[in-house]
């Protein structure tokens, strides 16, 4: 017995392989969400929800301690963006308050419309809210009124809007023609 006590502070058996819940998770070895095989030497996995780091900073660390995580293989120990406090698509509305959000549990501010989604609509270099042909989050189109701007090629020489339309000096020109 002595021996094998030696041997065992001599070589240890990887926590992965080892018969004890080292990361006090309730999980042991390969049914530990953090040990991906039997080598591994620390049942803390990769994952934020089971690294041992508290990953948000907000002064809890890992599933069930931060409230952020859902489970061991949750990978994201922050709120929600729509339950964060933070105006995370920029356009000045903050969680609830932002018509992307459906729920607190949404993880995305941004919304489906065209000047609420994160993407140059009508790829003319400016996005959602910065793009002249938006005025309000609520807009279903990037296009604007203007001519240069309006998605048309408003007079018929096969180049639409600003920088296309060489007739067009900037994107709330309203004129496409000479």
């Given at each position: 017995g002595?021996?094998?006590?030696?041997?065992?502070?001599?070589?240890?058996a990887?926590?992965?392989?080892?018969?004890?819940?080292?990361?006090?998770?309730?999980?042991?070895?390969?049914?530990?969400?953090?040990?991906?095989?039997v080598?591994?030497?620390?049942?803390?996995?990769?994952?934020?929800c089971?690294?041992?780091?508290d990953?948000?900073?907000d002064?809890?660390?890992?599933?069930?301690?931060?409230?952020?995580?859902?489970?061991?293989?949750?990978?994201?120990?922050?709120?929600?963006?729509?339950?964060?406090g933070?105006?995370?698509d920029?356009?000045?509305?903050?969680?609830?308050?932002?018509p992307?959000?459906?729920?607190?549990t949404?993880?995305?501010?941004w919304?489906e419309?065209?000047?609420?989604?994160?993407i140059?609509?009508?790829?003319?270099?400016?996005?959602?809210?910065?793009d002249?042909?938006?005025?309000?989050?609520?807009?279903?189109?990037?296009?604007?009124?203007?001519?240069?701007?309006?998605?048309?090629?408003?007079?018929?020489?096969g180049?639409?809007?600003?920088?296309?339309?060489?007739d067009c000096?900037?994107?709330?020109?309203?004129?496409?023609?000479p």
């Amino acid at each position: 017995g002595e021996l094998l006590r030696l041997s065992w502070r001599l070589d240890p058996a990887p926590a992965c392989d080892n018969d004890r819940d080292d990361d006090e998770d309730g999980k042991i070895d390969l049914d530990d969400p953090g040990c991906g095989d039997v080598h591994d030497q620390s049942e803390k996995g990769s994952i934020q929800c089971d690294n041992g780091i508290d990953d948000d900073e907000d002064g809890l660390t890992d599933y069930p301690a931060d409230q952020d995580c859902d489970d061991l293989a949750d990978d994201e120990e922050r709120p929600p963006a729509c339950n964060n406090g933070l105006d995370d698509d920029l356009d000045n509305l903050t969680d609830l308050d932002d018509p992307g959000c459906s729920d607190a549990t949404d993880d995305n501010e941004w919304g489906e419309l065209a000047c609420d989604n994160g993407i140059d609509d009508d790829e003319d270099g400016e996005t959602d809210l910065a793009d002249p042909g938006c005025s309000n989050v609520s807009d279903e189109s990037e296009f604007g009124i203007m001519q240069c701007d309006n998605g048309i090629d408003d007079d018929e020489d096969g180049q639409t809007d600003y920088p296309d339309d060489p007739d067009c000096t900037d994107l709330t020109d309203n004129k496409e023609k000479p």
